[in-house]
C-alpha cells in the first residue's frame, strides 16, 4: 500500500491513472492508509461468510437510520438493567421497540439521515413531534430540522 502524504498526490496521477477516488468523511487524515484500511474493513465484511446473513440486515445505515441499542447477558449489569421488552420473548413488540429506538436515535444523532429514511407516516408524525418538543430558543434548531426532513 502506498498512499500520499503532506499534500497529497501529484495531480496527474489523479488525472491519468486512478480509477476512481473515495473521500471517507470531511476530515483530513495525514495519509491514505487509514482510509484505505478503512474501505476494506467495510467492503471485506460484506462477502459472503463473512457473517451471519441476518447480521447486516439492522446495522446502522441498512435501512436509512443508525442502529437501535444493543443489550447482551446478563439481564443486570452493576446495577444496570436490560429493557424489560428485551426479555417479553415477543417479537413484535421487540421489533416495534427496535424500530423506534432506531429512529430516536437517529433523530438526535444524525438528524440529516431522516430526510432520505423510508419512515411511515406514523413514524413521521413522532419525529414531528419530537422536533416540537425539542423547540429551542427562537425556533431556529426547528426550522432548520424542518428543511432537513422535508
Ligand atoms: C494530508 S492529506 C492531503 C489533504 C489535501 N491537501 C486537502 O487539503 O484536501 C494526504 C492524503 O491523505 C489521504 N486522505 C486524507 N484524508 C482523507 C479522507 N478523509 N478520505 C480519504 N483520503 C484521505 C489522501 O490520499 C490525501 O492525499
Redesign the pocket.
Known sequence: MN???????DERVRTGLVTDE???????????EI?AMAIVDAVARLLPGAMDEESGHEESHAAGLLEYPQYTRPATFRGLEVPPILLSGNHQAVAKWRREQALRRTFERRPDLLAAAPLTNAERALVEQWMAENRVGDGTYLDDMDKRIG
Open positions: 498512499c500520499g502524504h503532506y499534500e497529497g498526490v473515495i473521500s471517507i468523511g470531511d476530515y483530513v487524515l495525514g495519509g491514505g482510509p
